[in-house]
């Protein structure tokens, strides 16, 4: 794929994610997909493949969130199969806490799916916000 094909790819997994659907970021998941979330915090580290990435990483997350979560992109820079996007996430968990944070994720992608991301985001904020995973 292009790298305008693969930035058009990560705009419309961004629509969904705007508007609180999560499906088309999750069915643009490779099988192998891997996400490695930067930092120190319990909750760095890469999780490998599509089925642990919803299990250990998205299911204990999304159980702390009170209402629904909202990413907004505000860039997009495509080379390549790599798309860089700048966004920021915006949710309350159901400790009241507000995690309202911006990250940048650093995208590969392979035949017109996800095959890793790098997040780099407020580690101090994760330390705040979030329970460790469970």
Same mark, same amino acid.
């Given at each position: 794929?292009? #790298?305008?094909?693969?930035? @058009?790819?990560?705009? $419309?997994?961004?629509?969904?994610? &705007?508007? %609180?659907?999560?499906?088309?970021?999750?069915?643009?998941?490779?099988?192998?997909?891997?996400?490695?979330?930067?930092?120190?915090?319990?909750?760095?580290?890469?999780?490998?493949?599509?089925?642990?990435?919803?299990?250990?990483?998205?299911?204990?997350?999304? #159980?702390?969130?009170?209402? @629904?979560?909202?990413? $907004?992109?505000?860039?997009?820079? &495509?080379? %390549?199969?790599?798309?860089?996007?700048?966004?920021?996430?915006?949710?309350?968990?159901?400790?009241?806490?507000?995690?309202?944070?911006?990250?940048?994720?650093?995208?590969?992608?392979?035949?017109?799916?996800?095959?890793?991301?790098?997040?780099?985001?407020?580690?101090?904020?994760?330390?705040?916000?979030?329970?460790?995973?469970?």
């Amino acid at each position: 794929m292009t #790298a305008a094909a693969n930035k @058009q790819l990560m705009q $419309t997994i961004f629509a969904g994610l &705007a508007a %609180g659907n999560g499906r088309p970021f999750v069915d643009s998941l490779a099988d192998d997909f891997a996400w490695t979330i930067t930092g120190t915090t319990k909750w760095s580290k890469t999780y490998r493949g599509k089925k642990a990435v919803r299990e250990e990483l998205l299911k204990p997350l999304f #159980a702390q969130f009170a209402d @629904q979560y909202i990413n $907004t992109a505000t860039r997009f820079v &495509a080379e %390549g199969d790599i798309v860089v996007v700048e966004c920021r996430g915006r949710v309350t968990t159901k400790s009241g806490r507000p995690y309202n944070s911006s990250y940048c994720w650093v995208c590969r992608i392979e035949d017109g799916k996800l095959k890793e991301l790098i997040e780099y985001m407020d580690t101090a904020l994760v330390e705040r916000a979030l329970a460790d995973p469970a």
